[in-house]
């Protein structure tokens, strides 16, 4: 047992709750203080509160044995309705007291309003993309915004009897997140003057969003001593480092590791974190994937976990203990590796609602994408509170990966309290994007691409959306690919807080589930013999022209010609022949609701009739005999004219070649 220790016992600034006199009257001022405090996600809540959700998935789901895996996630509502001669379709109609604490959309359309309490005028009354976006005054980003295609508002709204959502257009994706408080809670109702009186508070809230590691280590308390090993040097194989607190009740509140190794990706999937609160071994992980944005060093920023630029993994989750705590980092690995660690505990109230911090990881490799199936992140019992996810997946075709829903069960539930309408969706952004993007919420630390190629990394924190449970908690993500035939490697940290004695279906970690699959560089499929469009030489244009990708052409990409292109228009590209000679000239070429009419010629002589490129949706043509032609050794050329469009075209004229083909002619 040897490693390089550190030990850190700054102490620094209270965590100071705004709020109404009284701690148990929920208001929006109250809500907004809790959006920034990691220490109550450590006690059971009080005023305790059920977490669901309301979304926009299919309705022909109805149980595992009927459509569970059905698609149309968009444009489903509770009812449409009639409101002062405009048409409203609702999203949520609920029953208070309680909060909205979360709304996302992939495609926010329409007016949103928000009515409170029976009331007949809304007390949010905005174009639905600007609230979500960040862009209605009073609500700024980053509470609000839009990253990575999904637009997410974490804007806390309080009700005291009663909330309904709705906008005045349809056919978009939606969730929206609420609270429910018991009955007789005393919460303050949202109105429209709470913008400008709770002004101050929302741009501190915004501000500390926006630089969420220093916001998320505040907590007070006086530092507690530490057993730490005497030796320093290299952690070897199979060697094991301890770090203990004896002296409760205490509080970890701080965890930082670096790792030197030659293959650092490998070994911090070898290096495992083990943490024992109370003699209950509650987090069994990865080094590396406890961090929230595995494999690998990927740098990220968020309210209780991040990654820097240099390497250093850090962790702000409140970790309280009634007695002691132990923490174990252990060398699975065959290297041997230098292990960096810093943490500080500080004395804490332990109480009846105090809870202890769970993190573990469950992995499994060449999952089949069919049949499709609902693969569990989590399932715990006893009471706790559900706090965030991190996933990641070796993809290994650019398809999409995550067209599935999350499933979430709390309390005995036999229909999920939240059903959503996407992974994606679930992590905050939208349309399968592969554009990394940062939050103190959620966050897409890594997306290797092209497209969804290889490994992807994403996570989510539920802070003021916590979902608490009395008795159980399940969660399933649906594994729903666009690729029917290939296999994917999957894994998954769940982090959650449970009263002792809680317990979960994780298995102890084997050390065959401890390696990183390798996916090699990602080569664009190509048609054999093909000359690529995208490749040829550009000779004249009288608009853009610039590769584009689409999936179904050769190497993914076709030639396209756009923006500005009018009627009499030309396009000139040069192609190389090998040798000289009398060749059949194929090609193939892109169609869409916006193309026009082109006439094609070869070396200035005429190749056919023209040819009408409107289709109403983008498609790959087959290949074309453009006919046969004399071609000189080196550069020949390919030109198209536009003649005209389709009647029921867009009228922009575009044109788009995937690629021509040679073949030798009698």
């Known amino acids: 047992m040897s490693a390089f220790v550190r030990m850190c016992c700054l102490l620094v600034a209270a965590i100071v709750l705004a709020g109404c006199a009284s701690p148990n009257v929920v208001s929006t001022r109250s809500l907004l203080a809790e959006m920034t405090d990691l220490q109550t996600l450590a006690e059971f809540p009080e005023p305790p509160f059920t977490c669901r959700q309301f ?13 569970w895996f059905a698609n149309a ?101 939606y969730h929206v997140n609420y609270r429910t408080y018991p009955a007789d809670t005393p919460v303050v109702s949202f109105e429209p003057s709470d913008l400008e009186l709770l002004a101050g508070q929302v741009d501190d809230v915004a501000a500390a969003l926006a630089s969420p590691r220093e916001a998320g280590a505040t907590v007070e308390g006086s530092a507690l001593p530490v057993e730490i090993p005497d ?38 999937r070898q290096l495992v974190l083990d943490i024992s609160f109370d003699g209950q071994h ?40 009634e007695e002691s705590a132990e923490i174990a980092v252990r060398n699975r690995s065959d290297e041997s590796v230098r292990v960096e660690l810093e943490t500080r505990a500080v004395k804490y109230e332990w109480t009846d609602r105090s809870m202890h911090f769970n993190a573990k990881w469950r992995t499994e490799f060449d999952v089949p994408t069919r049949p499709m199936q609902d693969w569990n992140y989590l399932r715990a019992s006893g009471r706790g509170v559900f706090v965030g996810a991190a996933f990641t997946i070796a993809n290994p075709v650019r398809n999409w990966w995550g067209e599935g829903d999350e499933k979430i069960y709390v309390d005995g539930e036999t229909f999920p309290s939240h059903f959503g309408t996407g992974t994606e969706d679930y992590y905050g952004y939208a349309w399968c994007s592969n554009e990394p993007f ?5 966050n897409q630390p890594r997306c290797d691409g092209p497209g969804n190629y290889g490994h992807t990394a994403v996570n989510r924190w539920h802070i003021i959306d916590r979902i608490p449970y009395e008795r159980d908690y399940r969660f399933d993500m649906e594994l729903w690919h666009w690729t029917e035939d290939c296999d994917v490697t999957m894994s998954v940290v769940s982090y959650w807080y449970a009263r002792p004695g809680g317990a979960d279906q994780f298995a102890p970690l084997k050390p065959a589930e401890l390696r990183l699959v390798a996916l090699p560089e990602y080569v664009a499929p190509r048609v054999e013999g093909a000359i690529e469009g995208e490749e040829m030489r550009l000779i004249g244009q009288t608009a853009t022209v610039a590769p584009q990708a689409i999936r179904a052409c050769s190497n993914e990409q076709h030639m396209w010609w756009h923006n500005g292109v009018t009627p009499g228009d030309r396009l000139t590209l040069g192609f190389d022949v090998a040798q000289a000679g009398r060749y059949r000239v194929l090609a193939r070429f892109v169609k869409a609701r916006d193309y026009g009419i082109a006439r094609l010629s070869i070396n200035d002589l005429a190749a056919g009739d023209p040819i009408d490129f409107y289709n ?44 021509v083909r040679l073949e030798p002619a009698p």
């Open 616 to 659: 109403d949706g983008i498609v790959t043509t087959d290949e074309i005999d453009l006919g046969e032609f004399d071609l000189p050794q080196g550069e020949s050329q390919i030109t198209a004219e536009i003649v005209g469009v389709n009647a029921s075209a867009v009228k922009s004229y575009l044109f788009g070649l995937d690629y």
């Open 282 to 321: 509650t987090v069994a992980c990865p080094l590396g994937d406890f961090f929230g944005a595995a494999p690998g060093i990927n740098p990220y920023d968020s309210l209780p976990m991040g990654v820097t630029e240099d390497g250093e993994l850090w962790c702000h989750w409140v970790m309280p203990f």
């Open 438 to 442: 940062v939050h103190a919420y959620h």
């Open 231 to 268: 030796e320093e040097g290299l952690l070897v194989p199979g060697g094991e480092l301890f770090i203990r607190f004896r002296q409760g009740p205490g509080a970890i509140v701080a965890l930082k590791a670096r790792v030197e190794a030659e293959k650092v990706d490998q070994v911090l």
């Open 73 to 173: 996630d968009r444009g489903q509502y509770l009812r449409v309705e009639e409101n002062a001669g405009r048409t409203e379709y609702v999203m949520m109609d609920a029953n208070g007291p309680g909060a909205i604490v979360r709304i996302w959309s992939a495609n926010p359309a329409g007016t949103l309003r928000v009515y409170i309490d029976g009331n007949q005028a809304p007390a949010i009354e905005a174009p639905m993309d600007e609230f979500l976006g960040g862009k209605l005054p009073g609500i700024p980003a980053p509470i609000a915004g839009q990253r990575s295609r999904g637009w997410n508002s974490y804007f806390p709204i309080a009700y005291a009897r009663h909330c309904k959502v709705t906008s005045d257009a349809g056919d978009f994706y």
């Open 55 to 67: 979304s926009s998935y299919d309705r022909e789901a109805k149980s595992p044995s009927e459509n």
